[in-house]
Nanobody, 126 residues
Framework: QVQLVESGGGSVQAGGSMRLACAAS????????MGWFRQRPGKEREGVAA????????YYANSVKGRFTISQDTAKNTLYLQMNSLKPEDTGMYYC???????????????????WGQGTQVTVSS
């Protein structure tokens, strides 16, 4: 059974940093795409970053480029999102997701990802 468990959310002041982690289990953690999404208050769920597990290429939303970094630890089956220079508009529920079917990343559209974690809340205060 596929399981994705996020951790690391919380509250931080604007300009601060936070690192999210997503522990994956229940499937082979290689040659798949994993990503981070968020749902901000009153907005649709949006892609933040995605990476090909076992590869190097990563996608980022324009709104987070230069501030957020997605990374992976294949030995621990864990995906990370390092968030720096946080802004109040980064506040939202952050979700980890996996696309097991394509053998790589095709983009940041939520419909491409079939497995989701329960989410972790990130709150950035001004």
């Amino acid at each position: 059974q596929v399981q994705l468990v996020e951790s690391g959310g919380g509250s931080v002041q604007a300009g601060g940093s936070m690192r999210l982690a997503c522990a994956a289990s229940g499937y082979t953690y290689s040659n798949i795409c994993m990503g981070w999404f968020r749902q901000r208050p009153g907005k649709e769920r949006e892609g933040v970053a995605a990476v090909h597990i076992g590869g190097r290429f990563a996608y980022y939303a324009n709104s987070v480029k230069g501030r957020f970094t997605i990374s992976q630890d294949t030995a621990k089956n864990t995906l990370y999102l390092q968030m720096n220079s946080l802004k109040p508009e980064d506040t939202g529920m952050y979700y980890c997701a996996a696309d097991l079917s394509s053998g790589g990343c095709s983009g940041l559209e939520a419909v491409l990802f079939g497995d989701w974690g329960q989410g972790t809340q990130v709150t950035v205060s001004s």
